[in-house]
């Protein structure tokens, strides 16, 4: 049983900065790809991130690149999203997930076989 888990969600105001952490189990995690999503309140869920399994290649949604950052270490089972110059528009439950095979986008939800149970991110105007 693979357990995923967020931390650090929060309000912040727009501009600031919040880094959310990824704790997953599990003695194979170096061999999933992890990424990043989030669903704000009536939409539906959308990519925000992911990186390989080695953290050698990160992949972005074009409406966080160069404003957010994903990196893993292995050894800790962990992995984060640092998301600076926070705009309203980030304001979304953002979810945790592996991909622990071989698939075939990074992008796509369904390709995620765990998932945590969400953190909140709010951000003010």
């Known amino acids: 049983q693979v357990q995923v888990v967020e931390y650090g969600g929060g309000l912040m105001q727009a501009g600031g900065s919040l880094r959310l952490s990824c704790a997953a189990s599990?003695?194979?995690?170096?061999?999933?790809?992890m990424g990043w999503f989030r669903q704000a309140h009536g939409k539906e869920r959308e990519f925000v991130a992911a990186?390989?399994?080695?953290?050698?290649?990160?992949y972005y949604a074009d409406s966080v690149k160069g404003r957010f950052t994903i990196s893993r270490d292995n050894a800790k089972n962990t992995v984060w999203l640092q998301m600076n110059s926070l705009k309203p528009e980030d304001t979304a439950v953002y979810y945790c997930?592996?991909?622990?095979?071989?698939?075939?986008?990074?992008?796509?939800?369904?390709?995620?076989?765990?998932w945590g149970q969400g953190t909140q991110v709010t951000v003010s105007s």
């Open positions: 599990g003695d194979t995690f170096s061999t999933y790809a």
């Open positions: 997930a592996a991909r622990p095979y071989s698939g075939t986008s990074y992008y796509t939800a369904d390709e995620y076989d765990y």
């Open positions: 990186i390989n399994w080695s953290g050698t290649t990160t």
